[in-house]
């Protein structure tokens, strides 16, 4: 039997300025990790989460939905809010939606 660890959200502490890094669909963070340590090596806080239901056994996945995803997202910008007054969002096909929904509905 095959054990899948649940992954863990990605945070690399930088200056002032932080960036939410948003995975795709049934992927992780590993999609923006390598782009999370660049950024991070100029000065940037990057925190990438992992959206609920991903990164796990299908069966998982099955049992979550936009909404949930979606808060995934909101807890992720709401945890760099709190330490930065300058947040960027970028997102990777599904992340690249949740980013432009970032800036539709949370960032005022």
Known sequence: MVRI???K???LKGKSKAVLLLHSFTSTNRDVKK???FLNEHEFSCYAPIY???GMAPEELAFTGIT???ESVEEGYKFLK???SEVAVIGI???GIFALNVGQC???
Do not use: A, I
Request: proline share 8%; no cysteine; charged share 10%.
């Open 52 to 54: 609920k239901g991903h």
């Open 68 to 70: 949930d995803w979606w």
């Open 82 to 84: 709190n330490k930065y």
């Open 9 to 11: 959200p990605l945070y």
């Open 5 to 7: 660890v649940q992954p």
């Open 106 to 108: 949370l960032s005022t």
């Open 35 to 37: 782009l999370s340590q």
């Open 93 to 95: 096909s599904l992340g």
